[in-house]
Structures are given as C-alpha cells and as structure tokens.
C-alpha cells in the first residue's frame, strides 16, 4: 500500500472498513500501529477490527519479539478469489483462459528450452545482457503468477456448477419462494 492512500479515504467511510481496506491489501505482516497509520485511525481501533478479522479467521497473526503482526489468511484469500472467478466468468470464459495460460507456458518452455520458472530461473546468469536478463525476469514472475492463475481457474471451473446450484437453492428470494409457494 503506497504512504499517500489515506489521501484518498472517503469522507463518508466508516474507520471499519477503512482498517478492513487496509487488511485486504497487506502483501506482508503489519502491526496494529501501521494498519491504524494507513486507516487513518487511532491504535486502539485498528486492534480492535483487526482481532474481529482475526475471530473471523479473515487474518492470521504472528508474532516478532513484542510485536503481533496481521496478515490476509491464505485459504480465505484461496476460496474468495476461486469465488469471483465463478462470480464474475462463465465456464466457457474460464476455460478460454485456462487454455490460453497453457499455451503462453508451452510457448515459454519452447522458447527457453525449459520445463518450469524454477528452470528459467537457473539461465539467469552473467551471459545475459542486462536486457536479456530482465526479460527472462519478468517470463518468470509472469509464469508464476499464471501459474497460480492456472491453479485457482481448474478449481473455479470445478466447482462452477456446485457452487451456481448451492448459491441458488440457498439465495433467500429462492427460499421465500418455495417457501410462498
């Protein structure tokens, strides 16, 4: 999160969901005191929506020396991200990007000679030009990260009927109507 973001918090939100906000966005453990400096609000409030994310089980906590430090549970952030996939793609979408993910991967395993990132990553080395090397850098944080794409994609399309039935036989209009009915 960049220093100048509380610039930009709206008048009107409430100091909640501006710790949430922050919550959220953590790519690393952070203290209550930094959450609360980037929320725009004072240490006490910050621990004390921290800890209801932490009773939600939506942030994990660690400690260093005195320090509690928060950080976005990995398994929420796993499912949540699995749900706006089925949300926000049709399956036909999603397996249109699956294959495509796949093809950009045999592409850079021919290009390179190589059967995964961790392997590209070996050729890093000072035979490269200063270009060369940034390329092959920037394949490899791309592959990783298309990767994980690829990962969370085969779940979504596993779980895409599952979870359209489950949402729609427990959707309250849904209930209201059989039960109306």
Known sequence: MSTDSPDVWLDDMESEDRVRAVAEMLTQPRSASWVADQAHVNYKTARKYLTKLVDDKRLLTTDRGQKTLYYPNPREQFFSEIGDLVDEHTKDELTAELNAISSRIEEWQNEYDVEDADELRTTLDESLNVEERRERERVIDTWEYNQEMRTLIRHAIRLYDDLHQFTATHS??????????
Do not use: F, Q
Request: charged share 10%; proline share 10%.
């Open 172 to 181: 309250p209009v849904t209930s209201e109507a059989t039960t109306n009915g």
